[in-house]
């Protein structure tokens, strides 16, 4: 997200006239937003067809509850963290609580909604990671991670990268987040799947995608939310915007067909799955680059963003990193990916703010990118580490075997995605369940409510 | 010549054909039913309405063998099978008048026998 005007604009010599709101702009800009909130429920579709039906839900509300969790901790504090003065390694806590986020204008849109907007971005950065998870972690230790996270990773990131932090006084570019969301979210993804280990079918059984039409359902969604993330990322209805969101279109297409092609050159067959990967990593390579290259380099970001995703994918499963969605492959590889070929195809003839690339004879902006991915990939790598093993020492991480054969489901919500009702009875409220069974000690919410 | 039925947990369904397939047992038909066998119930709620699963979902195997398989094949599923709570399930072994394998033909021992031994 180009924030160079806007900064630009705050350390203007007191003469200049004060920002003012830009209707237009702030038009556009809270549907970016409902756009990229609806991101996190396709995501939860995309990842729910990925697992088997008695984990679906647990994987769903994974992300939906990052919904709450995250959006929470973002307002009160980690807006702040990210987005307020501070050092450049972290922003302060002038904002923090809310304090001082009003209607006044933040560049051409009011404070508020700059706010919200960036909340959506830090919402599903945390829920992208639990694809690494799925299936085996408890859901309250994966609640306090994600907010950690997002105040010990996601918010000093965004504020090195967004927030005028040491990778933005470097000329680090990341339009609306490859480095930020999906570097980020892809090694922490990668850490959190080594830390917990593997589901105890994987490599022993096959484990299918229970719903592929979710998935599909989900990346499609995915995409259409996009445009409000990549073209929102203008902060503006400008040109940028348009530029952006045109990439936003063109970056997945030329990765969707090269995706399918791989696969049917490799099986024989062209898949359903394979098509839904496709598209949301040539999302996520877009990404970075979607203000800074042209619509031509957009096409070609994305058709060579499919090679190294595909082929990571290929080994990954032939080992025993259960990464279980392939976060890692998808979003760090495919994020790093965009991160480096913005620096190759980035053109200051189509964003004056941004930077020329290696194409246009400026090799030392593919060092910069570079930088930025080794340090954030890095420091989540790390960050990712350090919180889960000290929440392994507080409690633990991991559903009991048992309980994964049984399904997260059940164990964690008390609830099944498909239910036939058969055998099962009403329980009236007044005698609700018995207290001496075990089920229901294990669950003490299901009396309560 | 025994029919053997087990109605195990769905969890443990791989554990079992593993060892059912070191045991070198063939054939079998597997399905999925429900039933009950005194385990707690389990309880769900979905907004505010909360119902006790009474019925669990479980799978029965039922696998046709020759005389010396009986004891190879039931002590498979009982050491594959075993969680050690309730709900475990059951393994029934069944007197069979006949046996015919529609393929070929063949009756009762030669229809049961793992192919390999038979030859031996």
Redesign the interface.
């Known amino acids: 997200m180009t924030q160079l005007p806007l900064l630009l604009a705050l350390q203007a010599s007191p003469p200049a006239p004060p920002p003012a709101v830009v209707p237009a702009d702030t038009a556009w800009m809270l549907v970016a937003t409902a756009l990229v909130l609806l991101m996190t429920p396709a995501l939860a579709f995309f990842y729910g067809g990925l697992v088997r039906s008695k984990s679906s839900l647990n994987t769903m509300m994974m992300s939906f509850a990052a919904l709450g969790a995250v959006g929470i901790v973002w307002a009160l504090l980690a807006y702040s963290l990210a987005f307020s003065d501070g050092t450049p390694w972290l922003g302060g806590t002038a904002n923090a609580l809310l304090a001082g986020v009003g209607t006044e204008a933040k560049g051409t849109i009011p404070h508020v909604l700059f706010l919200a907007f960036q909340g959506t971005f830090a919402i599903i950065t945390a829920a992208l990671i639990s694809g690494a998870v799925v299936e085996r972690m408890r859901f309250g230790p994966y609640l306090v991670f994600i907010v950690l996270w997002t105040l010990l990773v996601y918010a000093p990131v965004a504020h090195w990268v967004w927030g005028g932090g040491w990778l933005m006084s470097r000329g680090v570019l990341d339009f609306a987040g490859g480095t930020v969301v999906h570097i980020n979210a892809g090694v922490s993804a990668l850490v959190a799947a080594t830390v917990l280990g593997a589901r105890k ?1 994987y490599g ?2 096959a484990i299918l995608p229970h719903n592929v039409p979710f998935t599909l359902l989900g990346a499609g969604l995915l995409w259409f939310g996009w445009f409000g993330f990549n073209g929102g990322s203008a902060l503006a209805a400008s040109e940028l915007a348009a530029l952006a969101f045109t990439n936003t279109l063109l970056a997945p297409m030329a990765t969707l067909v090269v995706w399918v092609l791989l696969d049917y050159f490799r099986t024989g067959r062209a898949t359903a799955v394979g098509g839904a990967t496709g598209i949301v990593v040539g999302l996520v390579a877009i990404t970075p680059a979607a203000g800074f290259v042209s619509p031509v380099g957009a096409l070609l970001v994305g058709a060579i963003a499919a090679f190294p995703s595909y082929f990571a994918i290929v080994f990954r499963s032939r080992t025993r990193l259960d990464d279980s969605l392939d976060v890692f492959a998808g979003h760090g590889i495919g994020g790093m990916t965009g991160a480096l070929l913005t620096g190759v195809f980035a053109l200051k003839a189509w964003n004056s703010a941004g930077a020329d690339g290696l194409l246009a004879g400026n090799p030392a902006q593919l060092g910069v990118q570079a930088l930025g991915v080794a340090s954030s990939f890095l420091y989540a790598g790390l960050m990712t580490f350090v919180i889960l093993k000290a929440l392994g020492f507080v409690t633990a991480l991991r559903a009991a075997p ?1 309980t994964e ?2 399904g997260m489901d ?1 164990s964690q919500h ?3 995605a498909y ?1 036939s ?7 009236m ?1 007044d005698d ?2 018995p207290a001496t ?4 000690a294990l ?1 003490p919410q ?1 009396a309560a ?1 | 010549m025994k029919l053997i039925v087990a109605i195990i947990r769905p969890d443990r369904l791989n554990e079992v054909l593993e060892a059912l397939y070191r045991a070198e047992v063939r054939g079998l038909t597997v399905s999925r039913v429900l039933g009950h066998g005194g385990e707690t119930d389990r309880v769900e709620t979905y907004r505010g309405t909360t119902v006790k699963m009474e019925l669990q979902e479980k799978v029965r195997l039922e696998i046709g063998v020759s005389e010396p398989f009986v004891g190879i094949t039931v002590n498979a599923i009982l050491a594959s099978a075993r969680t050690g709570e309730v709900g475990d399930g059951k393994v029934f072994v069944l007197e069979v008048d006949q046996v015919h394998r529609i393929r070929t033909g063949e009756r009762d021992e030669g229809a049961v026998t793992p192919t390999a031994l038979a030859q031996v």
Do not use: K, W
């Open positions: 079918d022993r059984q048992r054969g049984l059940v008390g609830e099944e239910t009702g058969e055998g099962s009875i009403l329980v409220p609700a369940t069974s075990p089920a229901a669950r299901t409510r």
